[in-house]
Nanobody
Framework: QVQVVESGGGLVRTGGSLRLSCGAS????????MAWYRQSPGMEREFVAS????????DYADSVKGRFTLSKDHARNTLFLQMNNLQPIDTAVYYC????????????WGQGTQVTVSS
């Protein structure tokens, strides 16, 4: 069984920063892609950013480009999301997703971590 656990959420003022972490653990799995999504109350879950684990090519939603940055600890199967210049519109539960197959959908999800940006 594979587990995905997020951490690092919290309350921050507008213009502040947070760093989210997502760790994947378990037996006998390969990481092909890890990603962050977020969901605000009453809204659908939306894509934030993703990282191809082998090529290390990132992809960012337009709404976070230039403010959010991905990095990873390959040995620990951990993905980080550095979020700078946070705005109230970034308030959401942030979910980490893992894909353990070369193609296809995310197949493991974390429980989420709350990010709240006060104005």
């Amino acid at each position: 069984q594979v587990q995905v656990v997020e951490s690092g959420g919290g309350l921050v003022r507008t213009g502040g920063s947070l760093r989210l972490s997502c760790g994947a653990s378990g037996r006998s799995f390969n990481v092909y892609r890890m990603a962050w999504y977020r969901q605000s109350p009453g809204m659908e879950r939306e894509f934030v950013a993703s990282l191809d684990w082998r090529t290390e090519i990132p992809d960012y939603a337009d709404s976070v480009k230039g403010r959010f940055t991905l990095s990873k600890d390959h040995a620990r199967n951990t993905l980080f999301l550095q979020m700078n210049n946070l705005q109230p519109i970034d308030t959401a539960v942030y979910y980490c997703a893992l894909r353990t197959t070369p193609v296809g959908s995310n197949n493991y999800w974390g429980q989420g971590t709350q990010v709240t940006v006060s104005s």
